[in-house]
């Protein structure tokens, strides 16, 4: 109330800046920007948003920046010096993407912008002589919140939440002043009680009912149920605006009820479900991409640093309906971070390239353009976590996956293993997963904030993060990243760690030798990722590649099966290939007082015994390659032609 009534005041981080004096500004303009200019000082000087400075104290240079699509300007004043002095706060805005929670499928909506909303709110007179800025020699200061000022979103922001909390809930906003002024906790919940009973018996609850709007700075989306309610919701609005004295841009918005509407360079359809990049826009980033890929072929790859970061930034506002946008700028980000100012040049590096030759093709790749604005309601958990060895991962807490590491992965560092582990996981549950949402749950922060945004500094990383997004994207997964402690990710942190001291490999050697005398094997019926003899591979635990778990529960007729198990199932496993007649090459200990091994010889046509050497097997725990095998006993191979 008191910027309304007084003026906003600037806070200082210490003190005040001294005098500066940064010159005349706008002496080449145009003849074009000429005309305009003369129209808008006069007309900012009639309403009162700048007056006439008496004295120099604090002068700044402004400059024109054209508006889109128009023969139009905005005047903006730079005060960068200025904002230095300034304490700097944070504001958050809400964008296009809450519009997930506050819409439903079929709603209607319209928009619109504020007549110079930033000029509604004055500066403290005692503050205006710090905002001078000398056009053409003619010395003028602002008496209006202006454009540039670092401060300036934050209190329009708080201003606009004002009349927001009107249309949303234009009770509360009646009442806060003298809900305020009650003391009494009690006394205020008997206000509020008698209120709704009011509303709801009396049936003047439609008059108190709030709307769902969407505010951004001074551009604001209303979403109504109906065509009919839309009419209604916006005499409200004008209603509102009236008695904050503001006004609405007539020129901009879409006033009339619709279903499809073009919202901060977006156009949001309510009737399909997409958000969509507009044909104007897409094509302005073609034609950009473009020009900016012709230049560095012709100046040796150098380009202006500010050009290429005006670009990014068109990009980057088109991510909640392209997807993959942020995965095609983080290496021209890469780029940018080289320069050494804004005024220099950078070099486009040969990835560089290849994102803006990306963003060039944007206009024929119609299936990256449009993005959900709903979700199905069905959703996953996922938990997932690694260490050095092997990876783990949990599905709704009750399904486990996990692996090993192979020897090459073993010195990575811990965040890209991490990550890495996230992508097995989903592969491994890809069918349970596909077209959901993913709840997943890692205690590696960084991993988590990755994921949030999926980009990264690290190219190595950042191409990570670009697979599992088109993995994402080809299953129709979206996947909400979130942190938990180590304590809580007891089943993930238990899988990545515990050792599996039965999966061991023979020596590829002899499996290429029994593969020539008896093959060609179909299936390895016990292995894991890393032991697989074989493309099509059974596992104990659920991974990415193995066609099923527990391959003892699946029909092994009609297939040339290996059969490495565990030595504890040899005797399931001597029972099965007697009661189903599948042809397989068992690989067993050398044990003859053992049960299942009569049993296997009286099933064998050929039985081969290996030599008693160290290489024989491998254990994929070791990451598949450490020759750690049994050294104090033979190991044997039988082979089980079928029967019917």
Not at 412 to 423: G, K, P, S
Not at 448 to 467: E, G, K
Request: positive net charge; aromatic residues 12%; charged residues 30%.
């Amino acid at each position: 109330m008191q910027w309304i009534t007084h003026g906003v005041k600037l806070r200082w981080k210490r003190k005040p800046p001294p005098p500066f004096d940064h010159g005349v500004s706008l002496r080449d303009a145009t003849r074009q920007q000429q005309v305009w200019l003369d129209a808008e000082k006069e007309r900012l000087l009639e309403n009162g948003a700048w007056t006439r400075a008496t004295r120099r104290s604090h002068v700044s240079r402004a400059f024109l920046v054209p508006k889109p699509g128009t023969n139009k300007w905005r005047l903006v004043v730079d005060f960068r010096w200025l904002n230095q002095w300034c304490v700097k706060n944070r504001v958050k805005m809400e964008t296009l993407k809450k519009l997930r929670r506050l819409a439903k499928p079929g709603d209607w909506c319209f928009s619109f912008d504020l007549q110079d909303g930033f000029h509604a709110l004055g500066i403290h007179p005692d503050f205006q002589k710090f905002m001078q800025f000398d056009l053409q020699g003619d010395l003028l200061q602002c008496s209006a919140m202006p454009f540039g000022w670092s401060d300036a979103p934050r209190v329009f922001c708080k201003f606009v939440r004002v009349m927001v909390e009107a249309l949303r809930s234009p009770q509360a906003a009646e009442d806060r002043r003298e809900i305020k002024r009650l003391r009494d906790g009690s006394a205020v919940r008997q206000r509020w009680s008698v209120r709704r009973r009011t509303g709801g018996a009396g049936g003047d609850a439609n008059r108190h009912s709030g709307m769902r709007v969407l505010p951004y700075m001074d551009d604001f989306l209303v979403l109504v149920d109906s065509q009919r309610e839309g009419f209604l919701r916006r005499e409200k609005v004008q209603l509102v605006l009236h008695r904050l004295g503001l006004r609405r841009n007539e020129k901009k918005g879409q006033w009339e009820p619709t279903q499809v509407v073009e919202h901060l360079g977006l156009e949001v359809d309510l009737k399909l479900g997409p958000f969509r990049v507009t044909e104007r826009r897409v094509h302005k980033i073609h034609t950009k991409a473009k020009e900016i890929l012709c230049d560095a072929a012709r100046n040796r790859r150098w380009i202006p640093a500010r050009r290429l970061a005006s670009f990014t930034g068109l990009c980057q506002s088109v991510y909640l309906a392209v997807p993959a946008a942020r995965l095609y700028l983080r290496e021209l980000y890469f780029v940018l971070a080289e320069k050494r100012n804004w005024g220099a040049k950078v070099k486009i590096s040969r990835s560089a390239r290849g994102d803006l030759e990306w963003w060039s093709r944007l206009p024929v790749m119609s299936r990256w353009n449009g993005r959900k604005i709903w979700r199905s309601p069905t959703r996953a958990k996922v938990h997932t976590d690694s260490s050095m060895t092997a990876w783990g991962g949990v599905l709704n807490l009750k399904f486990p996956a996990r692996g090993f590491w192979p020897d090459e992965m073993r010195s990575w560092h811990i965040t890209h293993l991490e990550l890495e582990a996230v992508y097995k996981t989903v592969q491994a549950f890809l069918q349970e997963l596909e077209g959901k949402v993913v709840r997943l749950y890692c205690d590696n922060q960084a991993v988590v904030a990755m994921l949030s945004h999926f980009t990264s500094r690290n190219p190595d990383l950042m191409r990570r993060m670009r697979r599992l997004w088109l993995l994402l994207d080809l299953h129709d997964i979206e996947l909400q990243a979130r942190y938990i402690r180590s304590e809580a990710n007891v089943w993930a942190d238990n899988l990545s760690r515990c050792e599996d001291l039965d999966d061991w490999r023979l020596n590829r050697d002899w499996f290429v030798w029994a593969n020539k005398q008896w093959g060609p094997y179909t299936v390895d019926r016990f292995a894991s990722e890393i032991s697989a003899q074989l493309p099509r591979y059974y596992a104990a635990w659920k991974d990415p590649k193995c066609e099923g778990v527990d391959s003892l529960t699946y029909d092994w007729r009609g297939e040339n099966n290996w059969v490495n198990p565990p030595w504890a199932l040899l005797d399931e496993v001597a029972h099965k290939l007697r009661e189903e007649g599948a042809a397989a090459t068992v690989v067993a200990p050398y044990w003859p007082g053992q049960s299942w091994f009569r049993e296997l010889e009286a099933l064998a046509t050929e039985v081969v015994i290996m030599p008693r050497r160290r290489d024989v097997f491998t254990p994929s725990r070791l990451g598949g390659s450490e020759l750690l095998g049994p050294s104090k006993w033979d190991a044997v191979m039988f082979f089980i032609e079928a029967r019917p």
